[in-house]
């Protein structure tokens, strides 16, 4: 008995072309899900805007939640956030200095010697934005802030750097050298990171 190979061929090819068409059809629709997540996942960036903050929830912040909103906006300091649709997304704050503190204790000392000298110079606290915490609530959100407190400092007419007071962990020294900052010193407790160009 012989077996005609020829027919079995044609009647199953059309199921495997059928089966095939199916799967690059829901590919395609997978792919554009994709698309349109990746997409939309991001499009918070293009509204937000930088604002100043009077206060924040130190609760939520990871690096430093020891240290009150009244440490945050005192002599000088300020917190800012990532405003989009009427809610924060990320957070930063900063003191000004006139020199790269090793440590808190001489962020605090070194914010209020500048601001007292301030006083007798045209209210510009300080020539270095020292930036000791920030987070973020979504996605992206870090280094959007990191970018728009850049643009913010080199529009002033007296800041002159972007420095940060971070905690010595991998985390934070990857976040920063990631986001196009140079590590400048290594300190007991913490290190220092300068962002020069972004």
Same mark, same amino acid.
């Given at each position: 008995m012989k077996i005609n190979y020829n027919i079995k061929e044609k009647s199953f090819k059309p199921r495997? &072309?059928?089966?095939?068409?199916?799967?690059?059809?829901?590919?395609? $629709? *997978?792919? @554009?899900e994709i698309k349109n997540k990746i997409k939309n996942f991001y499009d918070w960036i293009k509204g937000a805007e930088l604002v100043n903050l009077s206060?924040?929830?130190t609760?939520?912040?990871?690096?430093?939640?020891?240290l009150d909103n009244k440490f945050r906006t005192s002599y000088g300091r300020r917190i800012y956030g990532v405003k989009y649709q009427n809610e924060i997304h990320a957070i930063?704050?900063?003191?000004?200095?006139?020199?790269?503190?090793?440590?808190?204790?001489?962020?605090?000392?070194?914010? &209020?010697?500048?601001?007292?000298?301030?006083a007798q110079r045209d209210q $510009? *606290?300080? @020539?270095?934005?020292?930036?000791?915490t920030v987070w973020s609530k979504k996605k992206g959100g870090?280094?959007?802030?990191?970018?728009?407190?850049?643009?913010?400092?080199?529009k002033s007419n007296h800041l002159n750097r972007l420095i940060t007071l971070s905690p010595l962990t991998d985390m934070a020294r990857n976040f920063h050298?990631?986001?196009g900052a140079i590590e400048i010193q290594v300190n007991e407790s913490t290190q220092n990171f300068e962002y020069k160009k972004l």
């Open positions: 495997i &072309k059928v089966r095939l068409r199916k799967k690059k059809k829901d590919l395609n $629709k *997978v792919k @554009k206060e924040c929830n609760d939520e912040d990871p690096v430093r939640p020891e930063m704050c900063f003191a000004f200095t006139n020199k790269i503190p090793k440590s808190v204790k001489d962020l605090d000392l070194m914010s &209020k010697d500048a601001f007292l000298q301030s $510009k *606290v300080g @020539k270095i934005a020292i930036a000791y870090g280094k959007l802030i990191v970018k728009e407190v850049f643009k913010m400092i080199k050298l990631r986001n």
